[in-house]
C-alpha cells in the first residue's frame, strides 16, 4: 500500500522536450509538495499546495508549473527542459497541524535531460 | 526564519561503533525538528521526530535523538551501528506553516 507515489520512477529526455511527473498521496492529507534534490543531495523545495492551492511558489524558473486537480495528487510539468533540471523531484506531503505536521515522500523521479 | 546545519557531509564509522550525527537549526518559533533516512535510490524516510514533549525521542532502527534548546541541536545517535545503516541522513525543521527546511545531508559509511 503505497502511502505517497510518484510516475515515472525514471525519465530520460532531450533538451527543449516538455514532461509531465505525477504524485498521488492516499494518506487523505491537505498539503503537497515538490522537492527538487541535486547531485551533491540538496533538497530544495520549490512548490507546496494546501488543498489544491498554491502556498509555497519557491524561486523556481516559470517554465515548472504544478497543477492540482484534487488534494491528493500534484502533478508538475516542465516546459522547455534544460541540461540543469537534470535532478530527482521528490513529491511529499502532511497534514499540517501540531504535532501531525510529518512529510511523507515518495520515491522519487530521476529525471535526465540530455 | 528557519536554517538547519549539519556538520560533517561524511561521517564513517565502524561497524559495532557509536553513530552520532550532528545537526543545529535556526528558528524564530518554536520548532519541530525531524531526522530522514534516505538510502542509494530511495526516497526518504522518516527516522523520528520531536514536536513537544519529552526531549529525548526514540526512532525506528534503534536510533534516538535529543532536542537541547539551549544549544539549538538535535543530533541523532545510535549506539551501535551495523552495515545497513549506510545511508544519507537529512535533518529537516518545520515552522509549522508547511514549509520544510532541510540541511544538507550526512553520508554515514559503516565500516566492516
Known amino acids: 500500500d503505497t502511502a505517497v507515489s510518484q510516475t515515472p520512477k525514471y525519465l530520460v529526455t532531450q533538451m527543449g522536450n516538455d514532461k509531465s511527473i505525477k504524485c498521488e498521496q492516499n494518506l487523505g492529507h491537505d498539503t503537497m509538495y515538490w522537492y527538487k534534490q541535486d547531485s551533491k543531495k540538496f533538497l530544495k523545495i520549490m512548490f507546496s499546495y494546501n488543498n489544491k492551492e498554491l502556498i509555497i511558489n519557491e524561486t523556481v524558473p516559470n517554465r515548472f508549473s504544478p497543477k492540482s486537480p484534487d488534494k491528493a495528487h500534484l502533478n508538475l510539468h516542465i516546459n522547455s527542459l534544460e541540461l540543469g533540471d537534470s535532478a530527482v523531484y521528490f513529491c511529499?506531503?502532511?497534514?499540517?497541524?501540531?504535532?501531525?505536521?510529518?512529510?511523507?515522500f515518495g520515491p522519487g523521479t530521476r529525471l535526465l535531460v540530455l | 526564519a528557519q536554517s538547519v546545519t549539519q556538520l560533517g557531509s561524511h561521517v564513517s564509522v565502524s561497524e559495532g561503533a557509536l553513530v552520532l550525527l550532528r545537526c543545529n537549526y535556526s528558528s524564530s518559533v518554536p520548532p519541530y525538528l525531524f531526522w530522514y533516512v534516505q538510502y542509494p535510490n530511495q526516497g526518504l524516510q522518516l527516522l523520528l521526530k520531536?514536536?513537544?514533549?519529552?526531549?529525548l525521542v526514540k526512532g525506528i532502527n534503534g536510533f534516538e535523538a535529543e532536542f537541547k534548546k539551549s544549544e539549538t541541536s538535535f543530533h541523532l545517535t545510535k549506539p551501535s551501528a551495523h552495515m545497513s545503516d549506510a545511508a544519507e541522513y537529512f535533518c529537516a525543521v518545520s515552522d509549522n506553516f508547511n514549509k520544510f527546511y532541510f540541511g544538507s545531508g550526512t553520508k554515514l559509511n559503516v565500516k566492516p
Open positions: 511529499a506531503s502532511s497534514q499540517a497541524g501540531g504535532s501531525q505536521e510529518t512529510q511523507y
Open positions: 520531536y514536536t513537544t514533549g519529552a526531549t
